[in-house]
């Protein structure tokens, strides 16, 4: 199954949350501010994030509730 290139999972991140690469933003705060009502300009600018961001996150969601496999392209081993 095809797994979301920038999305990273690694156990001393945020407890282990789906974050989006290269940031401690996880993909459920992303979510969490489309579900508020946030736009992606507003998102963009509260977060420091990019449009390409955003839709990597609803991607991996999406995938998930398909139920792709979801596990991180780009994660850390847990120790």
């Given at each position: 199954?095809?797994m979301q290139k920038g999305i990273v999972v690694d156990a001393k991140v945020r407890f282990g949350k789906p974050t989006i690469?290269?940031?401690?933003?996880?993909?459920?705060?992303?979510?969490?501010?489309?579900?508020?009502?946030?736009?992606?300009?507003?998102?963009?600018?509260?977060?420091?994030?990019?449009?390409?961001?955003?839709?990597?996150?609803?991607?991996?969601?999406?995938?998930?509730?398909?139920?792709?496999?979801?596990?991180?392209?780009?994660?850390?081993?847990?120790?």
């Amino acid at each position: 199954m095809k797994m979301q290139k920038g999305i990273v999972v690694d156990a001393k991140v945020r407890f282990g949350k789906p974050t989006i690469a290269g940031t401690r933003i996880t993909v459920e705060e992303v979510l969490g501010a489309l579900a508020s009502g946030m736009d992606f300009v507003e998102i963009q600018k509260e977060y420091g994030l990019n449009r390409e961001q955003i839709k990597t996150a609803v991607r991996y969601v999406a995938g998930w509730i398909k139920g792709e496999e979801t596990k991180s392209y780009e994660s850390s081993p847990r120790r």
